[in-house]
């Protein structure tokens, strides 16, 4: 029970909240204003609003309610997004065999090719073979003429000619020399025999004093002079032939080296021609009649239908994991899969690529041709078994460290961390965040604004 004041008197407060002019029990009439005791207080005061008064409270209670609202959001599910379900792509994660394998693709190459250089340079004069046309090894392809190659063929047809006659010259005064010498050898022998037999019968006429002295020294001197005679002539004559044997075997080496050099002259002028150096088909030709090309200009090439390969250009990020001998599976060639393998790689990094040539195991595609684009997964490790998940648009936001998990009800979908391992062309390994079974968004997040949870409509 309150307990009110009595009707006659005002509160204080009541009586200082009175509009001016009010009047009450008590309170001076309205035309008597007093100017003393107090009296002047009463002229009227302008009232402010309450919720002007209050502003800045108000405000900081808004923020307040704002941020009690944002936390309790994060702690019953984060900033959720409706999604349609049909616009979205499930997929489950399973435990099965996983290979790492990267795609890759490649050219149509023909195994073997024979480029066509120019070995002699000089003016296109005839074309015998188009391009495109099969071709026997040793075939014209194109001939050449160079008159300063001709010139110099024989100018060399001269010399070696020049050398030859003096060969047969030298050889000819040789066989004159021993011949003459054997004439004189042959009187020589002549005299000393009958000198000596006309010695032995004055040396036994002297000894019974049938002839003088003089006699039998004069046959004496005249048979030793023969013989010493014949003996320095035959001295002469054999140091003579070892030196004209010698001067023999130099212009005959000197002969034999202008012979070789003739016949490779005579193969540069043979060279003039182009063949082809092996069968196959003639699959380039740069040559037009009248034109002049120097030595070591490329014509073109010859491919041997000994089979195809296929050149491909891989990331320089695999090349210390890229051996000869590794297995390739082909995407569908004529609706069939083909196996290759790895047969060389080249060491060379080109705009951050090296390439690798392939074989195909067995038969080739019936169908391939030069030049067709072929698709490619290349493994890179042996068969074991691992979480997978399909491959998806969803990398590209997430960069695979976190992905929308399907809760069990299938009403919405959370976002979670895990980690990514090896990949091929089809699923990506999950090392971490996921169980078999379980069922995520692969498809892509770019409209989500990476949202805590997905709910379905």
Do not use: C
Request: glycine letters at 8%; a negative charge; zero cysteines.
């Amino acid at each position: 029970m309150t307990t009110e004041p009595p009707t006659g008197q005002r509160s204080s407060i009541e009586t200082l909240m009175a509009p001016r002019g009010a009047t009450g029990a008590g309170s001076p009439p309205s035309g008597s204003q007093s100017r003393g005791g107090g009296e002047g207080m009463d002229r009227k005061l302008e009232q402010k609003s309450w919720i002007r008064k209050n502003m800045a409270m108000i405000a900081g209670g808004f923020v307040l309610i704002a941020l009690l609202a944002w936390g309790w959001s994060g702690t019953t599910g984060g900033r959720k997004l409706n999604v349609e379900l049909e616009r979205l792509t499930l997929s489950e994660a399973t435990f099965g065999p996983f290979q790492e394998m990267i795609p890759g693709t490649g050219n149509v190459e023909p195994r073997t090719t024979v480029f066509l250089d120019a070995v002699e340079g000089g003016r296109i004069e005839e074309i015998f073979v188009l391009e495109g046309e099969l071709v026997e090894r040793g075939q014209p392809i194109l001939r050449l003429s160079n008159p300063q190659l001709q010139l110099s063929i024989l100018d060399t047809e001269t010399r070696r000619i020049e050398q030859n006659n003096r060969l047969e010259d030298t050889r000819f005064r040789v066989d004159q020399n021993n011949l003459n010498m054997q004439q004189q050898l042959t009187d020589m022998d002549y005299n000393i025999r009958r000198l000596r037999r006309e010695n032995d019968r004055n040396t036994a006429l002297f000894e019974r004093q049938l002839i003088s002295a003089a006699e039998f020294e004069r046959t004496r001197d005249e048979y030793e002079y023969w013989v010493r005679r014949r003996d320095l002539t035959l001295r002469g004559y054999r140091a003579d032939s070892i030196r004209q044997r010698i001067q023999i075997d130099q212009m005959e080496d000197a002969v034999r080296r202008m012979d070789e050099n003739f016949v490779f002259v005579d193969q540069r002028l043979e060279n003039l021609t182009l063949r082809a150096p092996f069968s196959g088909r003639l699959s380039q030709l740069n040559a037009e009649l009248g034109e002049l090309k120097t030595s070591g200009f490329r014509f073109g090439q010859i491919d041997i239908l000994d089979g195809v390969k296929v050149k491909a250009a891989i990331d320089e990020f695999h090349i210390t994991r890229v051996k000869s001998g590794q297995r390739v599976i082909t995407n569908n060639i004529g609706g069939q899969e083909y196996e290759m393998i790895v047969r060389r790689v080249y060491p060379e990094v080109i705009a951050s690529r090296f390439e690798i040539d392939l074989d195909f195991v067995g038969n080739e595609p019936p169908s391939i041709r030069r030049g067709q684009t072929v698709r490619f997964r290349l493994e890179m490790s042996d068969p074991s078994d691992a979480i997978v998940i399909p491959q998806g648009g969803f990398f590209q936001t997430t960069g695979g460290n976190w992905i929308y998990v399907v809760d069990e009800s299938g009403e919405f979908a959370e976002r979670r961390a895990i980690r990514l391992g090896r990949k091929n062309p089809d699923v990506y390994e999950v090392l971490e965040g996921l169980e078999p079974g379980e069922t995520v968004v692969t498809s892509s997040y770019d409209t989500f604004n990476e949202a805590d949870r997905l709910v379905f409509k």
